[in-house]
């Protein structure tokens, strides 16, 4: 039984064709992909957080150079929506980064969030820092407070 392909070839022997081919197929995979991440819902409601404690950390320092916080913080953060009634938001995930640390929490049935471990440190020659406040939540646009919580070195 002889089994006859369908594949042209040139005046090498090389077969022809096969590139176009794959080109055609990723091209469509791409077109597949893209429908398919346009079709992830986004978020369409909007929430508030605030820090409700330490929104502001400082402590004195005597020397000039990097200089480590001698405690180690809680903050204390509340994610709500952002309407008139201001439900709480269970189970975002709540981020804050800066003055070399970071700290990430959930937040419980009544929409407060605890980060712990938060010891700030300060490079040589910075005497103030802000950290960063991110709150994630299924169904919300994500919500960023660049200056959440300010880091101060007391000379």
């Known amino acids: 039984m002889v089994v006859r392909r369908n594949l042209r070839t040139d005046e090498a022997g090389d077969i022809l064709g096969i590139p176009m ?4 197929i990723m091209i469509v995979a791409v077109a597949v992909i893209a429908s398919v991440i346009y079709m992830i819902p986004k ?6 957080a605030q820090v409700t404690s330490n929104a502001l950390l400082a402590e004195a ?8 916080f001698s405690k180690t913080y809680t ?18 995930t709540v981020t804050l980064v800066g003055a070399n640390v970071a700290g990430q929490g959930k937040t419980l ?11 700030p ?8 820092a802000h950290m960063t406040l991110t709150v994630k ?15 101060i070195r007391l000379s």
Do not use: H, Q
């Open 21 to 24: 081919y794959l080109i055609i």
């Open 109 to 119: 049935v009544n929409g407060s969030a605890k980060i712990t471990g938060i010891k």
């Open 121 to 128: 440190r300060l490079d040589a020659n910075i005497n103030e």
């Open 43 to 48: 978020g369409t409601r909007t929430m508030n």
């Open 75 to 92: 903050i204390w953060v509340r994610v709500t929506t952002n309407d008139e009634r201001g439900d709480p938001i269970f189970g975002a």
């Open 137 to 151: 939540a299924a169904g919300y646009n994500d919500f960023t407070d660049p200056e959440a919580v300010t880091v």
């Open 61 to 68: 320092t005597s020397s000039g150079g990097d200089f480590n």
